[in-house]
């Protein structure tokens, strides 16, 4: 498995938004989405805030690739899904309470319900 660079998950990490395209099963890649990224540790989380009905977040499953671009990184990557149940979600929350905390209320907590959490995806470089 192909680990993220220092340098990478700083950029990104510190990205205000991340576009994010995935996979066709024809291997093309669908129209960039922008959303926000969060990051805990050395990885990298990205959240529906439609949960799992979200068309840019259906289109994950195709075939579990795509492409994101974040602070000036561009990279190919698999997607991870994470169960709404996973002890992560927690440490999630908080990394997007942290760095989005200027959108308090509303916005915010759009990456907080349970519908996001169950829609959570690990990038992994690749």
Known sequence: MTEW???ELSKI???EELR????RRDGTLRKPVTIWVARCDDRLYV?????STGPWFRGTHSRGQGHIRAGG???DVSFVFID???QVNDQIDAAYRD???RYAGPILNSVLTDAA???TIQLLPG
């Open 47 to 51: 959240r529906s805030v439609k949960g």
């Open 20 to 23: 994010i395209q995935s996979m």
């Open 5 to 7: 660079t220092n340098e």
């Open 13 to 15: 990490g510190a990205a």
């Open 117 to 119: 959490r169950a829609a």
């Open 73 to 75: 990184v561009g990279k």
């Open 99 to 101: 760095k989005y905390q």
């Open 84 to 86: 709404a149940a996973d």
